[in-house]
């Protein structure tokens, strides 16, 4: 039986994960929903075929402090240049671009008392359920091994996303946008195949197996 874990991932930052055995068998599309509402890169996943909750966090709470535009865009030009990363200014915030083994353009936005910064998998106008489903379940499994990310699944696009805190901006950023460009180059093609009925339906029938649906044998 798997518990509750906290392991050093970063300098400052833990990597927590537990299981969820009271959500074993949710749709992938529901696991996502709720992900959408957790705070910071809280994500659940699933994790052969049972549900676990995942996140990174500060070993110790940084102190609340306002969000102030001056600090921000320190913490984040800083951040970016020490990764050696291109970026512009970009309306409310930056934009790093595509080029080299960067096939998305990663976006850092100011919100919410903090930082948003995602990349889009895939976009589209309409898709149907298999397409949709496919796509929740492709996200779900990735999900247990992302780090300082998660997925997101909306209307009409797939993306990959942290949300940072304000005091968590200095020393969290870089990682959440080394891992989403990470996470952008692992999963953006399989992300857009697919948004193709067949192939959605192709991936469900293989991962759809009775291991996924009757969780509690993994658990043993």
Request: proline share 9%.
């Given at each position: 039986m798997t518990t509750r874990?906290?392991?050093?991932?970063?300098?400052g930052w833990l990597h927590r994960r537990e299981p969820t055995p009271e959500r074993d068998g949710a749709s992938p599309?529901?696991?996502?929903?709720?992900?959408?509402?957790?705070?910071?890169?809280?994500?659940?996943a699933l994790v052969g075929g049972c549900v676990e909750l995942l996140g990174e966090t500060p070993e110790a709470p940084f102190p609340a402090k306002?969000?102030?535009e001056a600090v921000v865009e320190e913490e984040v030009v800083g951040a970016l240049e020490d990764c050696g990363l291109p970026y512009k200014r970009r309306e409310l915030g930056w934009v790093v671009p595509p080029g080299g083994q960067r096939s998305v353009e990663v976006v850092l936005t100011p919100r919410e008392g903090g930082l948003r910064i995602e990349s889009v998998l895939a976009g589209w106008d309409e898709i149907g359920g298999a397409q949709r489903e496919a796509?929740?379940?492709?996200?779900?499994?990735?999900?247990?091994?992302?780090?300082f990310a998660r997925?997101?699944?909306?209307?009409a696009r797939a993306v990959v996303a942290a949300n940072l805190r304000a005091g968590e901006i200095e020393t969290g950023s870089a990682h959440a946008v080394a891992a989403v460009l990470a996470a952008a180059r692992l999963l953006g093609r399989e992300a857009s195949a697919l948004l193709l009925a067949e192939v959605a339906e192709g991936y469900e029938a293989f991962f759809a197996s009775e291991a996924e649906k009757r969780p509690e044998a993994n658990r043993m």
């Open positions: 874990t906290s392991v050093p991932i970063a300098p599309q529901l696991l996502l929903e709720e992900t959408a509402r957790l705070p910071g890169t809280f994500r659940l306002p969000v102030e796509l929740a379940r492709l996200l779900c499994r990735a999900q247990g091994q992302l780090r997925c997101e699944l909306n209307e």
